[in-house]
């Protein structure tokens, strides 16, 4: 789903680092967001709790530069590794290109890849992505501790699928640009084969000669006019809809409109539901009682029929309660 | 892989550019992002230079994503429509058709109700656009090329160093 944008002459990738909690994801993106050039990276933005654990996702955006006319983007996003955050941690996959796994190479950590990892298989299949065709890219990190599993032992328990793997140590960056660099590699070979493309937009009358390979000769594919075109100088009004007065009405209207024909409609339901349980109680009366033949059916039977309400007394004795118990 | 390709054409980005500005003139409003439910900024109109628009776009996808998840728990399929207010500037978000948020920022020179009355008519031809882009564009795909790639790889041999 790499997004080729012909008329901005962008191709995005979003690119999700996944991983059980404390195994160094944010810690892949902190060190990508020290090292690379400042005209290449966005603002590394984490929303995390106050301990610093991830809560919903860290994003860093990179663009690599312009290759053959287009601007090569990249969108890294971690994921809360918590188990408790899965609701969170799956809303991040959405529209993914490609995965880096942040597997934990403590012997102790075991269970919490293995974890990890399945919750990370289920949450694909949810989006309806398989496992063995999504590019993703295994990284072992924390070699640089003591008493870590071999990289054999750690592909025979995890890598089922065969995803290309490096060791890592995040901390002090070994590893990290290998993996990010084979994932881009991946999701850009498998974007060549053209069948996970989602959203696009490109001129209509070069769709061919404006591929991204081609741009380099093509001179079509103008990119869209992004300046701003709210001139408010110009049209500067201090109170909204000053000079249009008509909108005010136009927005008036119609929902007062729509407002009293609910209410009609709510009256005309509440008037037919009445007249349908009189009804309905008028035949329970006749089934029970068997004195009557048969009911009155010149006799409308309607809410009117309710003997109307008397007020007792004249006008000086009313209010008597309110006046003895003080109530004003 | 999941979901349908959509191709938007040109011609369709400024027949959206063009509602987005009718909207913004006619509600005062600052500017206005047409964000993808993934997090992919589509377009944008208005005063957006100082605004980190990428950034933007991938916070309010999963503003709305996180959103959408409760109302789920609540029992509603989703709710159309996400408001954020602050001291100066607001935030009015909706939904324009299955996929895409339409997002307007705006201060006191307007109202959350002109705001919400532009923004309701715009996400209605929005996802109009949008119905006929779904339908136009069929088994079109596009596809990066070899030399894309290849002459990817070699800009991140530069960029990636340690």
């Given amino acids: ?328 | 892989m999941s979901g349908n390709d959509l191709i938007i054409y040109e011609e369709e980005t400024n027949r959206m550019n063009d509602m987005l500005s009718k909207m913004l003139k006619g509600c005062e409003a600052k500017c206005a992002l047409l964000v993808d439910k993934d997090g992919h900024l589509i377009t944008r109109q208005g005063f957006t230079h100082s605004l980190d628009t990428t950034a933007l776009a991938a916070l309010l996808a999963g503003s709305f994503a996180s959103t959408r998840e409760i109302a789920k728990l609540v029992g509603e399929p989703e709710f159309s429509v996400l408001f954020h207010q602050g001291k100066k500037d607001h935030i009015h978000m909706s939904i324009v058709g299955e996929r895409s948020i339409l997002v307007v920022i705006f201060d006191d020179r307007t109202t959350i109700g002109m705001v919400r009355l532009y923004a309701k008519e715009t996400a209605i031809e929005l996802s109009n656009v949008f119905k006929e882009i779904s339908e136009k564009s069929g088994s079109d795909k596009p596809e990066l090329s070899d030399e894309f790639a290849d002459a990817a790889s070699d800009k991140l041999d530069d960029i990636f160093q340690d």
């Fill in chain 1, 1 to 328: 789903m790499v997004s080729i944008n012909y008329s901005a002459r962008e191709v995005c990738c979003k690119i999700v680092y996944y991983g059980p909690g404390l195994s160094g994801k944010t810690t892949n993106l902190q060190y990508v967001h020290e090292k690379v050039p400042s005209n290449t990276k966005g603002n590394l933005i984490s929303l995390a709790t106050e301990a610093d654990r991830t809560l919903y996702f860290d994003f860093l955006p990179i663009n690599i530069g312009t290759i053959n006319g287009f601007q090569a983007k990249f969108q890294l996003y971690t994921v809360p590794g918590q188990v408790y955050y899965n609701a969170t941690r799956k809303l991040v996959l959405r529209g993914v290109d490609g995965l880096v796994f942040v597997a934990d190479s403590q012997p102790d950590k075991m269970d919490e890849n293995a974890e990890s990892l399945a919750n990370l298989c289920d949450n694909l299949k949810e989006y309806g992505y398989d496992p063995a065709v999504i590019p993703i890219v295994m990284q072992y990190n924390k070699r640089d501790l003591p008493g870590v599993l071999s990289v054999e032992e750690l592909n025979a328990r995890l890598n089922t699928y065969n995803w290309p793997h490096f060791e890592a140590s995040a901390t002090v960056g070994n590893g990290v640009f290998d993996t990010l660099k084979m994932v881009i590699k991946i999701v850009l070979e498998k974007a060549k084969t053209a069948s996970s493309s989602k959203l696009t937009s490109k001129s209509e009358s070069s769709a061919e000669g404006n591929r991204p390979a081609m741009a380099g000769s093509s001179t079509g594919g103008t990119a869209v006019a992004e300046a701003p075109k709210v001139d408010t100088d110009e049209d500067f009004r201090p109170y909204p809809g000053g000079h249009t007065g008509g909108v005010p009405v136009q927005k008036a209207a119609p929902s007062n409109a729509v407002a009293t024909a609910t209410v009609a409609a709510s009256s005309e339901a509440k008037t037919e539901g009445t007249v349908e349980s009189n009804h309905d109680n008028e035949k329970s009366n006749i089934d029970n009682s068997t004195t009557m033949s048969e009911p009155k059916a010149d006799v409308p039977v309607t809410p009117l029929m309710a003997p109307p309400l008397r007020r007792r007394g004249d006008g000086a004795k009313r209010g008597f309660f309110k006046r003895l118990f003080g109530i004003k």
